[in-house]
Structure formats: C-alpha cells, structure tokens
C-alpha cells in the first residue's frame, strides 16, 4: 500500500462517486438510488481512509498515532449509515406495501 | 407660615390652584352642579391671585429670585432647569393675569348659565387650564418653560375657540388660530434652538449675562431676536399672521375678554420685553418691530373702521393695540409697552365684557347695525361701556391716555414720523370706538320688536367685574402717571427698572412733553366730536368704494386664500391623488407585484420530481466548486 500513490485513490473515489450521483440522477428504482448514494458514501469513505494512512505514513515519526482518527471516523460513518440503511430500506419497503411500486416519480403528492 | 423656602412655596400655589381646579372640574364634569363647579373655578383663581399678590408685595420688598424646582432636561452638556423667575416685570403680569382673569371667571359664571352642566364644566376647566399655563408661561426663568406655557395657551386657545364645536365654522376658526400660531411658534423654537447652539442655555439670568451677551455675534443677535419676533407675532397676532385674532372670536365672548385681549396676545409682547437685553443690542430687530406694530395698528384700525360686529371691532381694535405695544417695544419704551399691556388688559376686558353683556341683552345678536339707543335699556353696561371707551381713546385721566401718551412720547423721540403715523392711528382709534359706541348705544333701536322686548340689564355677577374692571380703567393709569404731571411719577418705569434698565437717551423738554399731551387729548376729542356727529343717528346704507374694501379687511384673508391656502390646498391634492397613487402606491404595489410574479415562477421548479431536485443540488454544487476553484482569486 505503502508502495501505492494516493493519487490511485483519488481517482477510484471520484469514479464511484461519479457514478453514484449519475446512478441517483438518472435512475427512478428507489432501492438502485439507495444503492447508489451508498456508493457516494463510501467513495468519501475510501477517501478518508486513503488520506488519514497518507497522513500517517508521513508524520509517522514524529506522532505514532496521526491520522488514526480519519480511520476511526470512517468507523463511525459505517456505524451512521448502517442505521440510515435500516431506516431507508423500512420507508422503501412501506412504500411498496402501500403503492406496489418503488418508483420515486411516482412520490411527489406532497406538491399538492 | 412661610419659613422654609416660602416664595418657592407661594410661586407652587400661584400655579397648581388653577392646574387643581382644570382637574377638578374636567374630570368632575358630568357629577358637579353647575353652581359648584363655577365656585370651584372663581375661589381657586381668586386664591391664585391672593397669593400673587402676596408675592407682588415680597418682589416689591426685596426683588426677584429664581427658584429651582427640578431638573427638567439634563443631557450632555445641555442643562435646562424647571425654574421659576419671579421678579417685578412677572409680578405685574401675574396680577393682570390672576387679578383679570378672576373677574373673567366670575363673570362667565352667569354668561354660560345656560350652556349645560357638561359643558359648563367643560368651559370651566379649560379656563382654569389657560391661567395655569399663562402662570407657567410668565413665570418660566428660560425660553424652554416659557415655551411650554405658550403652547399650553396656544392649545387652550384652541379649545375655546372651538368651544361650540358643533359649528363647523367655529371649528375652522379655531384651527386657523392654531395654524398661525404654529407658524410663529416654530420661528420661537428655531431661535431657541439657536440660543442652545450658541450660548448652550436658555436661561434668562444666563442668556442677558453681559459676557454671554458678548458671545454672540450681531448676526446671530439680530437672527434669534426676529425670530423671536416672529414667534411673537403669530401670538400677539401681528402682521402677516394677525388674520386668526378676528377669527377668533366664534369663542364665548369672555373668552374672547380673557384670551384674546388681556392675557394670552400680550404673551408676545411679554416675551419681547423680556428679552430686552437681546432686542437692545439690535438696532435692525428693533426698528422691524416698531414698523410692523405701527403698520398692524394702522392697518388693524383702519378695518375696525368699517366692520359691523360688535366683537369684530373689538378684535381689530385689540390687534391695533397689541400695534401700539410693538411700537413702544421697538423704540425701546419697553416699560410703555408694559404699561400698555396693563391698561389695555383693563380697557379692552371691560369693552369686550360689556359687548358680551350686550350680546346677552340683545339674545345673541352681534351686529350693531340692529343695535341703537341702547344707552337707557342697559343702564350699566352703557355707562362701564363709555369708560372703556374713553380709556382707549385715550382722555386723561383715564387709563388709557397716560400708556398711550408714553408710547407716542417714546415714539416722538425715536422719529417725529413714527410719532405723526401713530398719532394718527390713535385717532382711528378714538373714531372707531366711538362709532362702536354710538352706534350701540345712541339713536333708535334698529332691530327686531321681539328684541326689543327681550332687552335687559344683566345679572349683578356680569355687572359686578364690569364695574370693578370700569374703575380700574379709570385709575390703572396712575400708576405710570408721567414725571412732568405729578412729582415722582413714572412709578412703573422705576418698579420695572431692575428688569428694564431706563433709557438714559435724550429726552424731550417738560414743554415739548406737555404740549403733546395737549396736542393728542385735543385732536382725540375732535375725532369723538366728529364721530358723534355722523354716527348719532345712524342709518344703514351699503358700502361701496373704500369703505367696502375696509369693510372687507382689505381682502388680506382673500390674499392668503390665494397666495397661500389654495396652493398648498393644491399641493396637497396633487399629492394625495397624484404622486401618492401613482409613485408611492406604485413603488409598493410595484414590490408586491414583482415578488408575486417571482414566486409564481418559482414555483414551477418543486415539481415534487425528486430526480429534478438532486439534479439541482449537483449542479448548485458543481457551481460553488467552480467558484471556489477558478472564479474566486
């Protein structure tokens, strides 16, 4: 890893973040679109990871423990978004009881 | 009694009685009998006035003093105490004003009799209201308190005048008083405002300091002392602003006696006098205020000439007169504008008294064309009438001839023209209270039978203050009795002399002065004479040429109509139905419109699409990224 630029890094996040948000934005499934913001989700996620090793692999010498909390926050995220997934994937299955459908256009009645 | 501070005591008293019987009877109205409430307003004046005098005595004794109440203003640098001055010049306005003002009360008692108790209580309490703030008014020791007190009278003014508000018209008249008088009163406030700039105080004892007075620049002298002239003007209703005093009588007519003739129009003449330190160091201040007291007086009396109603006449005569006190002013005779102010609260509230005893015999009729031969009906009122009448002609050795006779003297030392105009204007005078007089009194009765049927004398409560203000017409003068006819005479000049330093200027001989006395007495009886002569049987027959322009009042409320009154009317109009409709109804109905349209546009974007939305935050991201990245540098 060591060995590896965090330019590689950059690229592969951007690339699944890229394609989550054209995921979101041109798809109507509501789970594909779920799916797809987790993908933006951890394209930061590798993000943060990839930087927080760079940095300690720099400072590495001086403080034994930089850049472990950009690791220890990704922890959190996951913990975060595990729980938004529970809550996400309740509302889509209640949407489907109650419209045998998971087509977001099909949810814009509060504009009425 | 009066150990402690007793003239801050006394002073307090003077003041609060009447403050005490305004609220008394305001409030009280609609629970007090009539009888009651006027005893309630006659015993607080008189107690007033008890104490005013007890006052005259101390001033007399041991002169004047300011007396701290409390602090009324206190910011930055400004202080501006509520104080009261009380010195000899006050003293002599706080008797008038009490002592005048008492036999006003009383006789009003039995002259609103019929008005209803609300009401009566209503009249009553703003009396008491306006001598307590005249009190305040002469007695303030700075501009600023005299200031309050000469709004206090300009309102209570107002709401005498307005008195039977149910006439429209009356209500008119009562706002163009306020109007003008809120003309004048915003010249007082600019050269008050001026004095602050300038000295940072008002107070009369700091302001008239020799030091202080070096402070200021000419300029600056002859600007704060026009405009308080012009402050004065509006009060005392001289030209251009004396239109609203014959207005001013749709007030009940001892209304008219109290306010509109012996206390509240010489408020100008009080603040002059007052302020003569200021006025003396201006040479141009003071000849604008002689020329335009002798031009009012000419004026005025010109159109008392030719009008028909009994208080008309006596208006325009009182706006003559308060000429006159101008014209001694401004020759810088200021203790014989004083005198003036004094005899001419005597004269002029016995005329208009007993023209209201008149107005009450004759069941409200005002128009003396339908008087005549009067003279055996109203025993009293005839002769306290003819007193009145010789004193303002000016007869000695009625009051009138002595305060007169000072101001022409002062005049004829000032400039022989001056002294030749107003003499001639005190023939006016003469001609035109006669002609009021015998035209009321002498002759036939010209008006209706029932009329005549009705005539009688008044009650003794009318006829009492009538008698009592007679004598005083009669013997007032002989406090200012002149040097030259009696050994230490010029008494008021000398009382006056710690407030108003004698002029020490040239002066004219004992002859000069006696054959003037003689030449004016002389010349006053021929007018009489001439007057009896053409007005003994008078018949009524329509004016035309100059006499209808007099009769008009030279068209001078036509002019303003004109020149004044139509054009701001105009304004107005236009910007009520023109600017306002379509500038500033358009500005905001424009910003009303602009958000609705705006917001009806964006409505279209919550398309409820949640594609559209994210599409949307993308994009506002993306754009905020470009932003910060390339564009911001």
Known sequence: MGAMPVNYYIFLSLALFCIGIVGVLTRRNAIIIF????????????????????????????????????QLFVFFIMVVAAAEVSVGLAIIVMMYRNTHSVDVNFLNRLKH | MFHIDSMKLLLGFIVLWPLAGFLINGLGRKYRSKKAIASYACSLIFASFVVSVFAFFKVNSNGGEVI??????????????????????????????????????????????????EHYGRYFSFLNLFIFFMLILVLGANYVIMF???EGVGLCSYLLIGYWFKNNEYNKAANKAFIMNRIGDLAFLIALFWLVNKLGTVSFSEV????????????????????LFVGAAGKSAQIP?????????????????????????????????RSNALYSLSSLSMNVVAITGLATAILAATIALKQNDIKKVLAYSTVSQLGYMFLALGVGAYSA??????????????????????????????????????????????????????????IPPFSGFF??????????????????????????????????????????????????????????????????????????????IPAVL??????????????????????????????????????????????????RHYRMKEEKGFGKILENKWYVDELYEQVIVRPIAWMGNFFSSIFERSVVDGMVNGVGRAVQYGSRQLRLLQSGQVGSYVLLMVVSILVIFIIQFFLRK
């Not at chain 2, 129009?265 to 002059?272: D, L, P, Q, R, W």
């Open chain 2, 148 to 150: 309050i007190g000469w």
């Open chain 2, 486 to 535: 009696m050994n230490g005479g010029d008494r008021l000049s000398a009382f006056l002399s710690p407030v108003i330093p004698i002029q020490t200027g040239e002066t004219v001989s004992h002859s000069t002065e006696l054959a003037l006395m003689g030449i004016s007495t002389l010349a006053v009886i021929i007018t009489i004479v001439i007057a009896w002569l053409n007005f």
């Open chain 2, 337 to 394: 504008g004083v005198f003036h102010v004094m005899t001419h609260a005597f004269f002029k509230a016995l005329l208009f008294l007993a023209a209201g005893s008149v107005i009450h015999a004759m069941g409200g009729e005002q128009d003396i064309r339908n008087m005549g031969g009067l003279s055996k009906k109203i025993r009293i009122t005839f002769i306290t009438f003819l007193v009145g009448c010789i004193a303002i002609s000016g």
């Open chain 2, 208 to 227: 008239f300091q020799a030091q202080n007075l070096q402070r200021l620049s000419s300029g600056d002298i002859t600007i704060i002392t026009l405009l």
């Open chain 2, 403 to 480: 305060s007169k006779d000072a101001i022409l003297l002062a005049a004829f030392e000032h400039n022989k023209i001056l002294y030749a105009v107003a003499l001639f204007g005190a023939l006016l005078t003469a001609y035109y209270m006669f002609r009021l007089f015998f035209l009321t009194f002498s002759g036939s009765f010209r008006g209706k039978p029932e009329q005549e049927q009705h005539l009688h004398e008044s009650p003794p409560r009318m006829t009492v203050p009538l008698i009592i203000l007679a004598i005083l017409s009669l013997v007032g003068g002989f406090v200012g």
């Open chain 2, 241 to 273: 602003l004396y239109t609203w005093l014959p207005d001013a009588m749709a007030g009940p007519t001892p209304v008219s006696a109290l306010i509109h003739a012996a206390t509240m129009v010489t408020a100008g003449i009080y603040m002059v006098a």
């Open chain 1, 35 to 70: 799916m797809c913001i987790e993908l933006m989700l951890n394209a930061v996620n590798l993000l943060l990871v990839a930087f927080s090793k760079m940095h300690h692999l720099k400072n590495m010498a001086v403080d034994a423990t930089a850049g472990t909390d950009g």
């Open chain 2, 68 to 117: 701290h109440y409390f602090d009324f203003i206190r910011v930055g640098s400004l202080h501006i105490p509520f104080e009261f001055q009380v010195d000899q010049l006050t003293c002599i306005f706080l008797l008038i004003i009490t002592g005048v003002g008492l036999l006003i009360h009383v006789y009003s008692a039995a002259y609103m009799k019929e008005e209803s108790q």
